[in-house]
C-alpha cells in the first residue's frame, strides 16, 4: 500500500507524524488548554444574527483586508492591554497558528532560522519546518524561566532572523517580564535585523500587564494573541497580531486572498461585543487557576508558578515516569497532558467541578503509588 514516503514528499517531513493532542471522549478533559465555558447564551443568538447578515452576502468573497474586524481588535487591546493601536497595526488570520505561520513565510524561510527557548509551544518549532525555517532549540533555567544570559549568547552566535518567546510560556505557565524581552530583542537586533513575536495566546491569564507597549519604536517586534482561550472561542479560529504597520503590509505579501471567511468574521465582531462577560470568565479561571496551584502544592507536587489558563505539575520520577501518572489520571476518566517534559504534566483549568474531579484523580492516583 502506498504511504507517505512513497510520495515525493520534502525530506524534513518524511517519517514525521501530524501535531495534535488526544481528543479522547472522557468525562474529564483538561488537555488542550480551552475555556469550559460554553458561549453565553445572548452572544450565541448575536452570532446567529451576524452570521445571518454574513450569509445573504456569501455569494460574494469577504472583505480581503477584515477591516471592521480589525478596528474592533484594536479597540480591544487598546482598552486592555496598555497600548494604543489602530487597525493599521492589527492583523488577524485563523488561528493564532495561522498568524504565526505567515510570520514565517514573510520573515523564515530557506535559509534562515527561528529560535525558541524549551520547553515551549511545540507549534513554533513544526510550524519553522513547515515552512522550511531553520530551527534552533534555546536555553531555559531549570525553574523554567528564561535564562537571559545563555539565550543572548546563543543569539549572538547563531544569529537567528526570528525569535519566539512565548509568555505566558506554553507549557509552563511561565510568564516573561519586560527587562527580558528588551534584551533578547537588542541582542536579536545586535546580530542582524531580526523579528521578535512574543506569542501571548494565554495574555489574559497573566499577573503580569501585556507585552504590547514594547512595539512603540521597535518594527521588529510583534506580539502573537488569540480569541481560541481568554474568549473562550477555540472552535471560532480567530487569532490575530499587533506591530507596526509595517508587520502588516508584510504578512499581506504571504496571506492567501480571501483568507478570513465572512462567517468567521461576522462571529468574531459578535464575540468582540461581549468581551465584558467573557473577560469575567476568564476572572473565574483565574481563581480556579491559582486553587489548583495551592492543592497540588499541598499534596507535595512540584508546581510551576501559572499565569496562564493550565499548571504544570509533577515532578514524577516513579516507574513509568509522568506517563505512568497521565495513563492513571485517564483510567479514572481525567485527560491532562504530557508534553513530554521529564516527570511534568499540565492540566488546563476547568470549571470548579471539573477541577475537583482532576484534584481528587491525583490523589487517588498518589496514594496508590506511594502505597
Ligand atoms: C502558546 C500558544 N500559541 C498559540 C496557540 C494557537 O492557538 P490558536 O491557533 O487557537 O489561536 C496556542 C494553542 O494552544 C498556544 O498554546
Known sequence: ???IDDLPIRDELRGKSP?????LDVPVRLNTNENPHPLPEALVARIAERVAEAARELNRYPDRDAVELRGELARYLTRTAGHEVTAENVWAANGSNEVLQQLLQAFGGPGRTAIGFEPSYSMHALIARGTGTGWISGPRNDDFTIDVEAAKAVIAERRPHV????????????AVDAETVLALYDAA?????????VDEAYGEFSHRPSLLPLIDGRPGLVVSRTM????GAAGLRLGYLAAHPAVVDAVQLVRLPYHLSAVTQATALAALEHTDTLL?????????RDRLVAELRAMGCEVTDSDANFVQFGNFDGPGGAHAVWQALLER??????NGVPGRLRVTAGTPAENDAFLDAVRAVLKENNR
Open 19 to 23: 501535531y495534535g493532542a488526544p481528543q
Open 189 to 197: 537586533q545586535a546580530a542582524r535585523p531580526a523579528m521578535v513575536i
Open 280 to 288: 469575567g470568565y476568564v476572572r473565574q479561571l483565574k481563581d480556579e
Open 1 to 3: 500500500m502506498t504511504g
Open 163 to 174: 525569535v519566539f518567546v512565548c509568555s505566558p510560556n506554553n507549557p509552563t505557565g511561565t
Open 333 to 338: 476518566g481525567v485527560l491532562v497532558r504530557d
Open 228 to 231: 481560541s482561550k481568554a474568549f
